[in-house]
């Protein structure tokens, strides 16, 4: 062996250990980078979940208001229909004390 062997070997021996340590760091990072995409999507989901109970609930309000006003309008002509058969009764006999 020559003086520079060993050298070389110490030099490609610590290389792998910053190779080793960088690729580390990475996956670390990576695991983490997934850990918080993980929490964001859950939290997407969440909202998103969130957001179509809101809809089924504001869906059964306005279907509410919907047959509440529908009912307010029938009630409405039905008593306008009433008042002008009582209006045409009394025109009615009104009529028949003048005649």
Do not use: Y
């Not at 190779?19 to 999507?41: G, K, M, S, Y």
């Not at 957001?51 to 047959?67: F, I, P, Y």
Request: without cysteine; charged residues 25%; glycine residues 4%.
């Amino acid at each position: 062996m020559t003086q520079d062997q060993p050298s070389r070997l110490d030099n490609l021996e610590a290389a792998l250990g910053r190779f080793a340590e960088i690729t580390i760091q990475n996956v670390l990072r990576h695991d983490e980078a997934i850990a918080r995409h993980d929490e964001a999507l859950f939290r997407m989901e969440g909202t998103i979940i969130d957001l179509g109970t809101r809809m089924d609930h504001l869906s059964s309000q306005v279907e509410a208001m919907t047959t509440s006003t529908t009912e307010l309008v029938r009630s409405i002509a039905e008593m306008a229909v009433q008042a002008n058969r009582d209006r045409l009764q009394n025109e009615a006999l009104h009529a028949q004390h003048r005649a």
